[in-house]
């Protein structure tokens, strides 16, 4: 025998529910008979199950047709429920295929009931059902029909009676029987064998010439349900025998057999050897009986390691008891009568029951009375139906306090499915509920001031308007932004920054109608919704109460006083907007345009307003997507030596080729840029863009020159360190750092001079020049000359302009131009446009020139025309 270690394990995950048939063949207990047989027959089907009320209560098989004369009409008359079997063999449908296998074979059962936990019909399993399991091929595989054809079929001649027939098939056993038929005329041609590997033979036996002089057929117990439904046939075997048969040869695998029997859907095969003699007949039952054998072996091996497994079980006992005993969560076993068995020390720690107290307890005791009927009744439902529930409950502790837990159940069955016990493992989840709650809070509610925020403002928003659409109603909302409010955080910080927030909020709620709604909607924005008829008057003088709030100081802890000014948008329903989108989408503008002039102010909503509004919004989304489009170009002011005229470097300019507007310069997009956030963006581009056009002339022989690019005070604010970025775009494109100079405003050092001095040291560290552009037009101290890491310092366009404007103009560039040199620097001068300009900048010593008079902005083409000469591939 093949070993049993050798063949994969079964599917005892399997369950024997999921293989009963769709629709199982029924009748009640009064149908007669000759009726049943003939529904089982027209059904081809091999039992029919008697039930009331839903439940089996008796079957009657194929094989119990070998019991009835077709001689005797009085039996086909009388009611099914005096031949049927019963009581019916039943299983559940949660035991596994392996239990109803076993159960098939030591109870010589052809079909197994199975039940429902309510005893109601589920379906009927049949031996042909075991043997389609997937998991049967494994133990049919490595052997061979021979080692199981059953050799003591039933034999007989074609002209013997049926009922005779019956009769050897009953006495012997067997579901099916050889009938052996004197050849009388030609045989058909024999059709190719099921197995594809020779052409199954139809004749029985052959005399010494090779002649065909018998055959053979086959008699099941299907063909006698067939012969007792129509009775009108000579009664003889061979007239009912099924042929002609199909035949396979001793050697062929069980396996192959199994398949031949699937695919022809048949459930018996002749079996013959080498030479043609008929050896016996292989059916699905003899296969169920090698796979249970199988089984039986494995069991056997099983057992005899019985002592290793009976310790490595018991430890495993001990260490699941010291999990349950150890774990967190409450434990409660409930045996299968609704009785508690035992609990875990958890259990007592969460419902204040004693292990004592509960023990033969129902699980009731714990309700608390906030679950109806329904309630249970679906859980239950649960239960029977899948074998687990799992989800949030109320139950009472024994000091009769109400707490929510986390319930999970689990039917535990045998295998045969029976239900032995219940498992519940449960949490007290009333700090979950707790957070859930202070989460829901704060999702509607600013932490800060304990105001409404954005999320609930516009919900209420939207409530409101729903309610007064169809009447007359208007509804006015206020959008307020406080006035450079970041400076105060900047210079104060952001706990006085706090306490300002929260004492005008409460200043503003106070000046409020009892109706009205205020809401925190960003860091310095509030909102207010006022939901009544108001006309434009009584707005007015609402708005300037809540300006006046503005009017009185704030007085911090040290006793300070802080002014600030707000700037305020109104906009009403339904004139102004019928949505909340649009509601605060034009109380923003109108927002925003009382910023614009002049702020500390308040202004209403008109169409106007939209108007450019709209065209800086379309300009917004134009920008978005130019990167992507290609729409951006850069392009090169060259820059020159003063002294010799040669050229020396350029500046990286960004431009913008919009499709609809033209060519754009920088101020027209870049202070947009830096709104909308691209500003990073975009001036990661401009870098990498110019060092790898730097590379390029330079690979061309245009050596010796410096590449400035421009960089933003949002890019030095950003929370990427700018001089990560300038060594990034240095290593990816392979120029040195001493050929990149990066060009920096006045401006950047009104933030915070000392960090900016670090980010400045940073990229000098990599070898960077670094430029003062646009100096003396910004900060007024020129202390922080003394400590700034800068090389090179740019002249302004304007003061270019007054040379030669008289004594002041010229002599403020001289000044500059010797600050420079002796700070040790270098000094460039841009917007140099005459000839005046250019010898006044020589004869004082300015190292560099910029402007117009020698070269405008150029793309990079236009640079390798102007300057071809100095490229090593010119052909001059």
Known sequence: MTSYAKIPAPLLSVRVGTLTHGQVLTCNPDLPLGDAIALMHRQRRSSIVVTVENKPVGVWTEHDCLTISAEDPTAFLRPISDWMSSPVRTMSAHASVEAATFRMRRDKLRHLIIIDDQECLVGIVSQSDLIRVPSAIHPLRERDVASIVRRNTVSVPGD????????????GECDSAIVFQPVTGNLPENSESPTGRAPATLAGFQDEAGSVTTTIGIVTERDIVGYLVHRSASGSAWEIASRPVRRVNDHTSLQDARQIMIDHQIRHLVVTNNTQDVLGILSFNDLLASIEQDYLQHMHDAMEDRDTALARAQKSLHLSRKIIESSPDGIIIVDDQGKIEDVNPSFTRVTGYSRAEAIGQSPNLLQSGRHDHPFYEDMWQSITRAGRWQGEIWNRRKSGEIYPEWLSIIAIRDEEGKVLQYAGIFSDITDRKQTSEDIRRLSHFDELTGFPNRRRFIDVLGRTLNECRGNKDSVAVLLLDIDNFQRINNTLGHAIGDDVLVDFAGRLNRALPADAMLARM?????????PQKNDRDTLETMAQDLMEVFN???FSASGGELFIT??????LYPRDGNDTTMLLRNAEIAMLRAKNHGRNRFNHYNRSMNTASSATLALETDLRHALERHELYLAYQPQFIANSGMLSGFEALIRWRHPKHGELAPDKFIPLAEEIGMIDEIGLWVLRTACSQTVKWRQRGLHNITMAVNASLQQFNSPIEFGDLVSSALNETGLAGDRLEIEITESLFMQDIEDTCRKLQRISDLGVKVALDDFGTGFSSLSYLRHVPFDVLKIDRSFVND???????????????NMAHNLGKTCIAEGVE???QEQFLRENHCDFLQGFL???????????KTFAHLFADYPG
């Open 522 to 530: 960003g860091a310095d924005d509030f909102a207010i919704l006022l």
């Open 803 to 817: 040379i030669g404007k008289g004594i002041g103009g010229s002599e403020l560039v001289r000044t500059i131009i």
């Open 552 to 554: 009185h100081p704030h």
């Open 854 to 864: 020698r070269g405008r902005p150029v793309r990079a083409e236009e640079i390798e």
């Open 160 to 171: 013997t009676p049926v009922g005779l027939l019956q009769a050897a098939m009953k006495e």
């Open 834 to 836: 005459t000839l005046q």
């Open 566 to 571: 707000a700037s305020m948008g109104i906009t």
